[in-house]
C-alpha cells in the first residue's frame, strides 16, 4: 500500500498557526517535515500516535497515475518536465 503525503494529524487552529503547508522547490525539504517543524515551534503537545487515522487527498495519484506517484515518492525519481504541475491542486 502506497500512503504518501501528510502522515500528520494537527488541529485545523494548529495548522493554521503553523503557516499552513508550504510550496517549496523541488530540491527543498517535504512539505510534511516543515509542517512539523513548524508546530514543533507552537506546541510543546506533539506525539506519534499509531492509532489515529489520518485521511489524504488522492489528487496526485488521479493526476499522474500510480506509477508515476510512486517514483515521486521515492526520492523524486519522477519529477514533471514543468516544475509548477508538482503542486496539484
Avoid: F, K
Amino acid at each position: 500500500m502506497l500512503c504518501h503525503g501528510h502522515n500528520l494529524a494537527v488541529t485545523a487552529d494548529l495548522y493554521l498557526r503553523c503557516g499552513g503547508t508550504p510550496r517549496v522547490p523541488l530540491q527543498g525539504p517535504p512539505e510534511d517535515v516543515v509542517v512539523l517543524n513548524r508546530a514543533r515551534e507552537h506546541s510543546d503537545r506533539i506525539a506519534r500516535a499509531e492509532h489515529m487515522v489520518v485521511h489524504t487527498s488522492l489528487r496526485r495519484l488521479r493526476a499522474w497515475g500510480a506509477h508515476r506517484t510512486l517514483l515521486w515518492c521515492w526520492d523524486r525519481r519522477y519529477r514533471p518536465a514543468d516544475a509548477s504541475e508538482v503542486h496539484v491542486r
